[in-house]
């Protein structure tokens, strides 16, 4: 019998001791499983339409990024953070400030929430200061920054223009329309149809300092929305200046480039008197060629000509703004978000990644070849912070109280209004855009 006991015993040991063998064994699988899955979802990048994942982005070394040297030596990537609650507010509302264009004026035209208002990015690695009118002032007295690119150039400006004027008023001292080149519409459905709004200069008298705007979609010589066999396209000169800007370069000290969402657009594009390709242009015998390419050479001939320009500036290059299109532009919720994305919520999408990639590679490469040359160029990284902001745009609110008529819906059908889910309210995320932007000129002091 004790023979009995002590066999079962020791068999019954043997079990426990397999048991627990095998419960240690499966921590370590847990735990790698674990990691594996987490960072997959949280950090990997959506999967190239090829089944190839795109190439990283360029280090933080040589222009590529958006890096500041902060006091004590301390450096910091701007791009990457997150949105924590600001009980503040913004500096300016929409009845102060008299330069925001009609549909970016969210406040005024009746947006019932504000919470949108009270946001403040908070950058991984340092602190992002607050914007300093008085700061920004002293940087630019006696010179010209210049706005050049697409209405999410000109929303960049009006938002540093409503900064700017807490501290100073600016004076309109130019206002007109661009060459024949130039259609009478903006191409990004914020209904603009006033063409002697996309070039403009202000003075801000007691600083001697101007901001413009110029507007160039492409950054190079372009033909905007020309009729094609019943289909409006974009006709895009891949070799030539777009001499509504460029001209202007010798008289300018610091450029804020800003195109992308009309590279999404139809268009033709030509180089040495040759059409090389098209985007979405299925009824013409062309051969379909995508964006991307034609983008990165439009990126890259616009910061040739700048260099080329033989003056001392600074030339920041504003990574793409995504979108937040929920639905169809032309009915009710199309971006409803109320509060920004959660770190890990949103992924970025491969398209927006890949036109950001391309504007960090451009830069870092005329970076590099500048050399200590009179340019210097920088990265101004919003993508990621842009990506999280999905409450920040007009919606509905481009125009004013869209929904008092009814929009057009009878009983049981869906509110039809028209939505802005591209730019952004002012005062709005933009804001942030400058906030960066100042850290990136007092770094070339």
């Known amino acids: 019998m004790g023979t009995t006991i002590q066999h079962h015993r020791h068999h019954f040991l043997n079990i426990k001791r397999i048991v627990t063998y095998f419960l240690y064994a499966l921590i370590p699988l847990a735990l790698l499983h674990y990691f594996l899955f987490s960072l997959s979802t949280c950090h990997s990048p959506p999967p190239h339409p090829n089944n190839t994942v795109p190439p990283s982005p360029p280090s933080s070394q040589g222009g590529g990024r958006v890096v500041v040297v902060e006091h004590g030596g301390q450096r910091c990537d701007y791009s990457d953070g997150r949105w924590v609650f600001e009980p503040r507010g ?29 946001w403040r990015w908070q950058p991984a690695q340092c602190d992002l200061p607050a914007f300093d009118p008085s700061s920004f002032l002293r940087l630019i007295r006696n010179k010209h920054v210049a706005f050049v690119g697409d209405s999410m150039a000109r929303n960049q400006a009006e938002s540093l223009l409503c900064l700017l004027a807490t501290s100073e008023p600016p004076d309109l001292v130019y ?16 209904g603009d149809g006033d063409s002697s709004s996309k070039f403009r200069r202000w003075v801000f008298p007691a600083h ?21 066999r019943g289909v409006r396209h974009n006709r895009v000169f891949l070799d030539a200046f777009d001499e509504r800007w460029t001209s202007s370069l010798g008289r300018t000290d610091a450029v ?5 969402h009309w590279f999404l657009l139809p268009g033709i594009y030509r180089e040495n008197d040759e059409i090389v390709g098209c985007h979405y242009c299925p009824e013409l015998n062309h051969t379909d060629t995508g964006f991307f390419d034609v983008f990165r050479k439009a990126i890259r001939r616009a910061l040739r ?53 391309i504007v960090l590679e451009e830069v870092a490469a005329a970076a590099a070849a500048a050399g200590d040359g009179g340019v210097r160029f920088e990265a101004l990284d919003v993508t990621k912070l842009a990506m999280m902001r999905p409450d920040g745009h007009p919606g509905p609110y481009m125009y004013a109280n869209p929904f008092a008529g009814g929009g057009g819906g009878g009983e049981g059908e869906e509110m039809r209004v028209q939505n802005d889910c591209v730019h952004w309210c002012l005062p709005g995320p933009v804001d942030t855009f400058n906030e960066i932007l100042l850290q990136l000129m007092m770094r070339g002091r």
């Open 256 to 260: 804020v480039l800003s195109v992308g």
């Open 90 to 118: 913004p500096l300016y509302n929409g009845t102060s400030c008299s330069t925001i264009k009609d549909g970016q004026n969210c406040m005024a035209h009746g947006r019932p929430d504000t919470g949108y208002l009270r």
């Open 175 to 190: 206002r007109g329309s661009s060459s024949s080149n130039s259609s009478d519409g903006d191409g990004e459905g914020d």
């Open 208 to 228: 001697n300092a101007t901001v413009s705007i110029f507007w160039s979609p492409f950054l190079v010589k372009a033909m905007e929305k020309q009729e094609a």
């Open 305 to 357: 000509e700048v260099v080329d320009a033989e003056k001392e500036k600074v030339v920041a290059a504003t990574t793409f703004s995504p979108a937040h299109f929920e639905g169809e532009w032309d009915k009710a919720g199309a971006c409803p978000k109320k509060d920004p994305y959660r770190e890990g919520e949103k992924v970025m999408q491969y398209m927006d990644n890949e036109m950001r990639r």
